[in-house]
């Protein structure tokens, strides 16, 4: 395992982290049901790129919790894939206030903590 596959793995988190800080701004600014549709679009299509690059990562460097953090990945990407349904169901108004509960704080975590686990055993085995 590389170190480079660390940084890679460390680019991709600011990189999600920025594109959940725009999304919540976005809402937070009250902007347009398209533009926000599109910064949704673009979070749900970089995490599931993310998520897969990080399971190759796992799988080949015989992490052993891939499968619970599989699971997770799943998880987190139904919750994405519902805030489009949400904010057309409950229009940009009561969408600005769901989302303020929305489990945004949950991703985070997961980047934070679930990968951190994982980037420190790349580490530990030469990475």
């Known amino acids: 395992m590389a ?3 660390v940084s890679e793995i460390d ?3 600011q990189e999600l982290v920025k594109m959940l800080n725009n999304l919540n701004d976005a809402v937070a600014k009250r902007e347009s049901r398209e533009s926000i ?3 949704i679009d673009e979070v749900i299509g970089y995490t599931r790129f993310h998520f897969a690059t990080e399971e190759r990562l796992m799988v080949n460097s015989g992490y052993t919790d891939v ?3 599989k699971d997770k ?4 990407m139904e919750d994405a ?3 489009k349904e949400k904010l057309a169901d409950l229009g940009e108004e ?3 206030d769901w989302f303020k509960h ?3 704080t949950r991703v985070l975590a997961h980047i934070q903590y679930a990968d951190q686990q994982f980037e420190d055993q790349l580490r530990r085995n030469g990475a």
């Open 73 to 76: 990945h799943r998880q987190l």
């Open 102 to 104: 929305w489990p945004f």
């Open 67 to 69: 499968e619970f953090h």
């Open 81 to 83: 894939l519902h805030l």
């Open 3 to 5: 170190m480079s596959d």
């Open 94 to 96: 009561m969408f600005t």
């Open 37 to 39: 549709y599109l910064i």
């Open 11 to 13: 680019q991709q988190h």
